[in-house]
């Protein structure tokens, strides 16, 4: 059982264009973090999201986590090149980390 | 100190034969995963280490497979009669045992079983 699932599987876009990826749970988490993954690395974070309905932005990153605290997205604008890679979202479960399907993001220039 | 490592970074072993991944975690991080990644998916879920707590052993595949975590630092998974399907990349993270704390993860363990 996947407790985590993530939306798109695969994307593939231009440069320039817009994109979201959603992360959905039937559970409620103490907090959700998001990863990115590039070829040959281990995940590293991005961001930690706490409460209900929380935004977070990193540049051109924005990131949001559900009111109820069981669902999270992760929304680029203007995508580069360089935000091509493996993006996982993590739930913090009784102080364990349970990682999603993951989302594999290609952005060509 | 150093971030997570990992070894060896590159392992192919013979169907059949037995292989051993090493993890050094983050010094001071009480919290350890093991994780599984095949070609081009998410990552899958082995073990869990906290502390002196019991480990969750709950995403070990089969009773092939097995980890141990010695004083609370170094890790160990063990793979015994490797078969073709256990091929992917071994990741290990570690972590404080913290709420809503990072993992660091290591590079990974890249298996190969011909």
């Known amino acids: 059982t996947q407790l985590l699932e993530q939306s798109p599987q695969f994307l593939s876009i231009q440069e320039g264009e817009n994109l979201t990826v959603y992360c959905n749970s039937s559970?409620?988490?103490?907090?959700l973090q998001w990863y990115r993954q590039e070829p040959g690395e281990g995940p590293v974070l991005l961001v930690t999201?706490?409460?209900?309905?929380e935004v977070k932005k990193l540049k051109r990153l924005t990131f949001q986590f559900g009111d109820a605290r069981k669902d999270s997205s992760l929304h680029i604008t203007a995508a580069q090149p360089g935000d091509t890679g493996l993006y996982l979202c993590?739930?913090?479960?009784?102080?364990?980390?349970?990682f999603g399907t993951g989302t594999r993001l290609q952005v060509f220039p | 100190g150093a971030g997570v490592s990992q070894s060896p970074s590159n392992k192919v072993t013979e169907k059949g034969k037995d292989v051993e991944l090493r993890c050094d975690p983050i010094?001071?991080?009480?919290?350890l995963y093991w994780y599984r990644q095949s070609l081009g998916q998410g990552l899958e879920f082995l073990i869990y280490?906290?502390?002196?707590?019991?480990?969750?052993k709950s995403g070990l595949p089969s009773d092939r497979f097995s980890a141990e975590r010695t004083g609370g630092s170094v890790s160990t998974l063990t793979i015994q009669r490797t078969q073709q399907e256990d091929s992917a990349v071994y990741l290990c993270?570690?972590?404080?045992?913290?709420?809503?704390?990072?993992?660091?993860f290591g590079q990974g363990t890249r298996l190969t079983v011909v």
């Open positions: 993270a570690s972590s404080l045992y913290r709420r809503n704390t990072e993992a660091f």
């Open positions: 280490f906290q502390g002196n707590s019991a480990p969750d």
């Open positions: 010094s001071g991080h009480t919290a």
């Open positions: 993590a739930g913090a479960k009784e102080d364990k980390l349970i």
């Open positions: 999201v706490v409460t209900g309905g």
């Open positions: 559970s409620v988490f103490s907090s």
